[in-house]
């Protein structure tokens, strides 16, 4: 079992950048694949982005692609998310996950949740 704790969120200006971090309980995070999802007031949760354990494979949704960048670093149990050129429409509630094994774009396919953290982007 593992516990997730998100930070990082904050209210920022349209164009800012802003780093999520994940940071997961226990000695067998390099066995999770690592997910961010995202949830505007309401609206379902979205996949944003995923890595897999070793950080060798990473994917994204197509709304963020050129913009964020996921990365994990096993010996810190930390999975992170650099957000560049914010836009208004990235405010949302965002949350990681874990998984065993192998990635996913679902949110069925994670087991473990953390509590989110609130982004909000003005314009």
């Known amino acids: 079992q593992v516990q997730l704790v998100e930070s990082g969120g904050a209210l920022v200006q349209a164009g800012d950048s802003l780093r999520l971090s994940c940071a997961a309980s226990?000695?067998?995070?390099?066995?999770?694949?690592m997910g961010w999802f995202r949830q505007a007031p309401g609206k379902e949760r979205d996949f944003v982005s995923a890595?897999?354990?070793?950080?060798?494979?990473?994917s994204y949704a197509d709304s963020v692609k050129g913009r964020f960048t996921i990365s994990r670093d096993n010996a810190k149990n930390t999975v992170y998310l650099q957000m560049n050129s914010l836009k208004p429409e990235d405010t949302a509630v965002y949350y990681c996950?874990?998984?065993?094994?192998?990635?996913?774009?679902?949110?069925?396919?994670?087991?473990?949740w953390g509590q989110g953290t609130q982004v909000t982007v003005s314009s």
């Open positions: 996950a874990a998984r065993m094994w192998s990635v996913g774009d679902k949110p069925y396919h994670y087991n473990y």
């Open positions: 890595i897999s354990r070793n950080g060798g494979s990473t």
């Open positions: 226990g000695r067998t995070f390099s066995t999770y694949a």
